[in-house]
């Protein structure tokens, strides 16, 4: 990758210049240069070989040979970073996958939103909680979910302890991995970690370098929302800067042009397995929105692995409850399969917010009602899909 989109401040190592948008505001707390210099000093969370063999991975899939199931929490909670809770989340992967497997007859890449899913984008800044005026809740790297001010101050401390919550998860993820492969070597199909490479304080200042290549010691596989991936973004500028596999995810305002423009920053090669594309439409927006972009990636020589992100176009409030109705899920997800088959190109598979219990933050399957919502809706942001409920979607989605 280009060493040239980023640059080397004393005091600030590999920081990405270009804009950054939803940043925390930080930088005058006290702690901030000392939380800082810990994360630039402490060892990468992941092998550089490791991204590597997912490159490879995923280059398989890409290339029609396998698919990605990619699922997990909306936002992860520190309190769930124990060996218990890693495994009965990859565990619920693991099942999902198997059922992808057994409904394609393809092997399945799993991949969790786990090990650093631990800050969010925000529509706004500001909430309203009892009748008070918050700043919103970021995720646990950023501040806590607590109705007060104390609770919601923005506090740089916390990515020290984003960090050492992501490596008891990965040093599991890493044991689980190696399991796996001794059982059955072969089709090399995790879990992978994966997060939204969001907060530029920590995600930059965990840059290193192997063999004379950068990579991102956060996570295997980063990737941009759709809020961050303008071109001349320091999000755009620090991605484009490292080796991992990465991933964008596209709504229904992606300019075509600006896409193909992003693409070539991070994919400038047109290497297997770099890029994966990640569609968050709408159910209503898909049919329409998708085909251009995906002929502008296609002629530009890029051959990325295509997903779908049914959830995140599809958020509404019932009764002053955000949830998402598993109809318009499976609406999307099958509509963005028929998209992508129509253009030759591989449906690789789906990036879903999936809760590892039963939850009842989404509409459909058991939770079939709105007074029902209110029973188990724990998430830290925006409503999950149960097990139960990512069954029937990955069915309908196997079927379409």
């Known amino acids: 990758m280009s060493g040239d989109t980023m640059r080397d401040t004393p005091g600030r190592p590999w920081l990405p210049g270009g804009p950054a948008a939803q940043q925390p505001d930080w930088a005058t707390h006290p702690a901030y ?29 890409a290339g029609g040979g396998a698919t990605v199931l990619q699922l997990g929490d909306c936002a992860e909670s520190f309190a769930e ?26 092997p399945v890449l799993r991949v969790g939103r786990i090990g650093g899913q631990f800050a969010k984008p925000r529509s706004h800044p500001f909430t309203e909680v009892g009748g008070v005026r918050l700043p919103v809740f970021r995720g646990h790297l950023v501040n806590g979910e607590g109705p007060t001010h104390e609770d919601r101050a923005h506090d740089p401390r916390r990515m020290v302890r984003a960090y050492r919550a992501s490596a008891r998860v990965l040093r599991e993820l890493d044991r689980e991995r190696s399991r ?13 970690s994966s997060h939204d490479a969001l ?30 991936r303008a071109p001349h973004s320091a999000h755009v500028r620090l991605l484009a800067a490292v080796g991992n596999p990465v991933a964008l995810k596209l709504g229904p305002g992606t300019d075509p042009a600006e896409l193909r ?21 709408g159910a209503d927006r898909v049919t329409a929105a998708l085909p ?28 002053g409850v955000k949830t998402r109705h598993l109809t318009d899920l499976v609406d999307e997800a099958t509509r963005c399969k028929h998209v992508l088959e129509q253009a030759g190109e591989h449906p690789a598979g789906l990036h879903l917010e999936v809760a590892a219990s039963d939850v009842t933050e ?27 409920q990512t069954a029937e979607l990955l069915r309908a989605w196997i079927r379409a």
């Not at 001794?182 to 995790?190: I, K, M, T, V």
């Open 33 to 61: 240069a000392e939380s800082c210099a810990a994360l630039e000093s402490a060892p990468a969370l992941v092998d550089p070989a490791d991204l590597d063999r997912l490159r490879r991975t995923l280059a398989v899939v």
């Open 362 to 388: 989404c509409l459909g399957g058991k939770v079939d009602g709105v007074e029902r919502l209110a029973e188990r809706y724990t998430t830290l942001c925006d409503p999950r899909l149960n097990p139960d």
């Open 292 to 319: 251009p972009l995906v002929a502008a990636v296609r002629d530009a020589g890029h051959r990325p692995v295509w997903l779908s992100d049914p959830m995140h176009g599809n958020t509404v409030r019932v009764a």
């Open 261 to 281: 423009e992003v693409c070539a920053l991070l994919d400038p090669e047109r290497t297997p397995g770099r890029l994966t594309l990640i569609a968050r439409m």
């Open 180 to 192: 796996r492969a001794a059982r059955a070597p072969g089709f090399d199909d995790g879990p992978w």
């Open 199 to 228: 907060v530029i304080d920590y995600e930059a200042r965990l840059v290193r370098t192997a063999d004379g290549r950068r990579f991102l010691g956060s996570t295997h596989l980063p990737w941009l929302g759709d809020r961050t």
């Open 81 to 106: 970073t124990g060996t218990d809770h890693v495994r009965t989340k990859t565990a619920v992967l693991h099942a999902l996958a198997d059922e992808v497997a057994a409904g394609t007859g393809a």
